[in-house]
């Protein structure tokens, strides 16, 4: 039972807009930023958001963040196949003095 | 072009011990805190150590306290995980990720595998 919250899948066809929801709590992404990773199969998790809309160098401008109150969601517009990946939220947590991390999101592209 | 190396993973019995080490590369690995992040089978990302950049701050998970211990070497420019009375749980990938902000990390090592089975 993961701290943060996603829902286990997501789906698109290529073009379309899709996002997916993380919910927390007021101990994490209720005082805390929020970040976000894609990992591909087999591979490490790749930084895709911080500080809950911040991309990394080198991330399109197709994927970005957003944070209200205890929830957050990423958006990727434009869905393309190579986008078929893992998606995870993360935050800072005050009382587990910790990083937690949602559960996972299976993001496929039809 | 920063660069996070782990290495130290393998087979091991259920209550015995391992070290994993990771290398870094690329940066200055003394100003920058450091995470280990582990990944079991078709499971999730879960966070399981934390130390500061002179090692004068320590965070471990609940689920490995009193059995891991993470230190560094900055003068070699590594980090350690020293992993004790291992559990079939503790079966994962692991990661070395560096800490940027309130991010468990911008860079990642590609992992080294631990497997925990007699």
């Known amino acids: 039972q993961s701290v943060l919250t996603q829902p286990p899948s997501a789906s698109g066809t290529p073009g379309q807009r899709v996002t997916i929801s993380c919910s927390g709590s007021?101990?994490?992404?209720?005082?805390?930023?929020v970040n976000w990773y894609q990992q591909l199969p087999g591979t490490a998790p790749k930084l895709l958001i911080y500080?809950?809309?911040q991309r990394p160098l080198g991330v399109p401008d197709r994927f970005s963040g957003s944070k209200s109150g205890t929830s957050a969601s990423l958006a990727i517009s434009g869905l393309q196949s190579e986008d078929e990946a893992d998606y995870y939220c993360?935050?800072?947590?005050?009382?587990?003095?910790?990083?937690?991390f949602g559960g996972g999101t299976k993001l496929t592209v039809l | 072009e920063v660069q996070l190396v782990e290495s130290g993973g393998g087979l091991v019995q259920p209550g015995g011990s391992l070290r994993l080490s990771c290398a870094a590369s690329?940066?200055?690995?003394?100003?920058?805190?450091m995470n280990w992040v582990r990944q079991a089978p078709g499971k999730g990302l879960e966070w399981v150590s934390y130390i500061s950049s002179r090692g004068s701050k320590i965070y471990y998970a609940d689920s490995v306290k009193g059995r891991f211990t993470i230190s560094r070497d900055n003068a070699k420019n590594s980090l350690y995980l020293q992993m004790y009375s291992l559990r079939a749980e503790d079966t994962a990938v692991y990661y070395c990720?560096?800490?940027?902000?309130?991010?468990?990390?911008?860079?990642w090592g590609q992992g080294t595998r631990v497997t925990v089975s007699s």
């Open positions: 500080s809950n809309n």
């Open positions: 007021s101990s994490n992404i209720g005082s805390n930023t």
């Open positions: 993360a935050a800072w947590d005050d009382s587990l003095n910790g990083w937690v």
């Open positions: 690329g940066f200055t690995f003394s100003s920058y805190e």
């Open positions: 990720a560096r800490v940027y902000g309130g991010c468990p990390g911008d860079y």
